[in-house]
C-alpha cells in the first residue's frame, strides 16, 4: 500500500485538520468529526446535515457552504458516522426553522441518523429526513436494505441547499429533496478496486483485464464481472440499466453527471461524458445540465459511475443558484 498518510487510525482526523488549515470559512469540531458552516446557524432557515463514512471524497465535508450543507458528519472510513456526530451537527446548525436530514440508504446511516433525530426532538428540533436510493445496480447488497444511495445524493444536496437558502420551510426543502431522489437513476463501473488504508491491501481481487460493472461505493462487488472493454462499451453497460428502469425522454430535461471514481483522470471522464451523453440523445433525452468530475469517490478506485436525473424548470434553477462551497461552485 502507498498512500500519503501518518497513521491509518487517524487518517479521517488528520485529513479534517488539513480541511480546517485550507478553509477557514468553515468551522471543523474535530472531537465529533463535524464539519460546519462557520455562520451556523443561521436563524430562521432550515439547516442541511448529511454525512457517512470517510473515503468518498469530497462528499460530504467538500459540499458544506452557502447554497448547499450547513454540517457534514465524517464517519470512519467506510463507516457509518455515530449518532453523538450526527446530533452534535444538527444542534450545531438548529436556527429554528428546523433540520433536514439527507442520508444514503446504508443501513448503519439509516439507523444512527434515525436515532439521532429522535435525541434531536427530544431537546426540541424538528427533523425531517430523506434517504437516498438512486443506485439500479443493485436491490439489496451487503451495506443496504433496498437501493444504495451514490451520485443522487449530491444533486439532492445542491437543490435542497438552494431551497433553504431561499427561507422554504422544511417541509417543502424535504419534499423538493425526495423529489430529486425519485427523479434519480445511478450505476456504477470499476477497473481497480479500492485500498482502504487501515486494511492495506486491496478490497476485491480484478485481474488486468476485467472490470466490475455495478459497483458501489465501499468497494462491494458489482452486478457481473465482464472482459475489459472500450469507453463506448462501458458506457452501454452503464446507461442501459438506467433507461430500463426509468423513462427520462418526457423530462423537460435531465442533469447528466458523470463521476470518478477516486482514481480515473478527467480526460477519461470527459471521453465518457461524450459516449454517455451520445447513448442519451439516441434515446430521445436531452441533458439540460452536466457535472463531470470525482465527487462521490471510493478511494483510490479507478472507475466511473453515471447518474442521470430528471429536471423541470423550477429544478433547474435551483441547480442553477450560487453555491459556494470548497467542491462546488458557481455564481457566487
Given at each position: 500500500?502507498?498512500?500519503?498518510?501518518?497513521?491509518?487510525?487517524?487518517?479521517?482526523?488528520?485529513?479534517?485538520?488539513?480541511?480546517?488549515?485550507?478553509?477557514?470559512?468553515?468551522?471543523?469540531?474535530?472531537?465529533?468529526?463535524?464539519?460546519?458552516?462557520?455562520?451556523?446557524?443561521?436563524?430562521?432557515?432550515?439547516?442541511?446535515?448529511?454525512?457517512?463514512?470517510s473515503g468518498h471524497e469530497p462528499l460530504h465535508a467538500g459540499f458544506v457552504g452557502p447554497g448547499m450543507l450547513d454540517a457534514a458528519c465524517a464517519g470512519e472510513v467506510f463507516t457509518s458516522p455515530v449518532p453523538d456526530q450526527i446530533l452534535a451537527a444538527t444542534t450545531a446548525v438548529d436556527g429554528g426553522a428546523g433540520?433536514?436530514?439527507?442520508?444514503?440508504?446504508?443501513?448503519?446511516?439509516?439507523?444512527?441518523?434515525?436515532?439521532?433525530?429522535?435525541?434531536?426532538?427530544?431537546?426540541?428540533?424538528?427533523?425531517?429526513?430523506?434517504?437516498?436510493?438512486?443506485?439500479?445496480?443493485?436491490?439489496?447488497?451487503?451495506?443496504?436494505?433496498?437501493?444504495?444511495?451514490?451520485?443522487?445524493?449530491?444533486?439532492?444536496?445542491?437543490?435542497?441547499?438552494?431551497?433553504?437558502?431561499?427561507?422554504?420551510?422544511?417541509?417543502?426543502?424535504?419534499?423538493?429533496?425526495?423529489?430529486?431522489?425519485?427523479?434519480?437513476?445511478?450505476?456504477?463501473?470499476?477497473?481497480?478496486?479500492?485500498?482502504?488504508?487501515?486494511?492495506?491491501?486491496?478490497?476485491?481481487?480484478?485481474?488486468?483485464?476485467?472490470?466490475?460493472?455495478?459497483?458501489?461505493?465501499?468497494?462491494?462487488?458489482?452486478?457481473?464481472?465482464?472482459?475489459?472493454?472500450?469507453?463506448?462499451?462501458?458506457?452501454?453497460?452503464?446507461?442501459?440499466?438506467?433507461?430500463?428502469?426509468?423513462?427520462?425522454?418526457?423530462?423537460?430535461?435531465?442533469?447528466?453527471?458523470?463521476?470518478?471514481?477516486?482514481?480515473?483522470?478527467?480526460?477519461?471522464?470527459?471521453?465518457?461524458?461524450?459516449?454517455?451523453?451520445?447513448?442519451?440523445?439516441?434515446?430521445?433525452?436531452?441533458?439540460?445540465?452536466?457535472?463531470?468530475?470525482?465527487?462521490?469517490?471510493?478511494?483510490?478506485?479507478?472507475?466511473?459511475?453515471?447518474?442521470?436525473?430528471?429536471?423541470?424548470?423550477?429544478?433547474?434553477?435551483?441547480?442553477?443558484?450560487?453555491?459556494?462551497?470548497?467542491?462546488?461552485?458557481?455564481?457566487?
Amino acid at each position: 500500500m502507498k498512500k500519503l498518510l501518518n497513521d491509518p487510525a487517524t487518517v479521517v482526523v488528520d485529513a479534517l485538520r488539513g480541511m480546517a488549515a485550507a478553509h477557514p470559512e468553515l468551522r471543523v469540531d474535530l472531537e465529533h468529526r463535524v464539519v460546519v458552516r462557520a455562520d451556523a446557524p443561521s436563524q430562521g432557515r432550515v439547516g442541511l446535515v448529511s454525512g457517512g463514512g470517510s473515503g468518498h471524497e469530497p462528499l460530504h465535508a467538500g459540499f458544506v457552504g452557502p447554497g448547499m450543507l450547513d454540517a457534514a458528519c465524517a464517519g470512519e472510513v467506510f463507516t457509518s458516522p455515530v449518532p453523538d456526530q450526527i446530533l452534535a451537527a444538527t444542534t450545531a446548525v438548529d436556527g429554528g426553522a428546523g433540520v433536514l436530514h439527507i442520508v444514503k440508504n446504508y443501513t448503519g446511516d439509516v439507523m444512527n441518523f434515525e436515532m439521532a433525530a429522535e435525541f434531536a426532538a427530544d431537546n426540541g428540533t424538528e427533523v425531517a429526513c430523506v434517504v437516498i436510493d438512486d443506485d439500479v445496480a443493485v436491490q439489496d447488497s451487503t451495506w443496504t436494505a433496498g437501493r444504495r444511495g451514490v451520485g443522487a445524493t449530491l444533486v439532492v444536496e445542491k437543490i435542497a441547499g438552494a431551497a433553504a437558502a431561499q427561507g422554504r420551510p422544511l417541509a417543502e426543502v424535504a419534499q423538493l429533496a425526495r423529489r430529486v431522489n425519485d427523479e434519480g437513476r445511478s450505476m456504477g463501473m470499476a477497473l481497480t478496486s479500492c485500498t482502504v488504508p487501515a486494511v492495506g491491501h486491496p478490497t476485491f481481487d480484478l485481474a488486468e483485464n476485467q472490470m466490475e460493472i455495478g459497483i458501489g461505493i465501499h468497494g462491494e462487488p458489482g452486478r457481473r464481472r465482464v472482459p475489459l472493454a472500450s469507453a463506448a462499451e462501458v458506457a452501454a453497460m452503464l446507461v442501459e440499466p438506467i433507461l430500463a428502469d426509468r423513462d427520462f425522454a418526457g423530462a423537460d430535461g435531465v442533469l447528466l453527471f458523470v463521476n470518478g471514481m477516486g482514481a480515473t483522470p478527467l480526460m477519461e471522464l470527459y471521453l465518457m461524458y461524450d459516449q454517455v451523453s451520445a447513448l442519451l440523445d439516441r434515446a430521445g433525452v436531452r441533458v439540460a445540465r452536466s457535472l463531470v468530475g470525482s465527487y462521490v469517490t471510493s478511494l483510490d478506485m479507478a472507475g466511473c459511475s453515471v447518474t442521470v436525473v430528471g429536471l423541470d424548470d423550477r429544478l433547474i434553477g435551483l441547480w442553477d443558484a450560487p453555491v459556494c462551497t470548497p467542491a462546488l461552485r458557481w455564481g457566487a
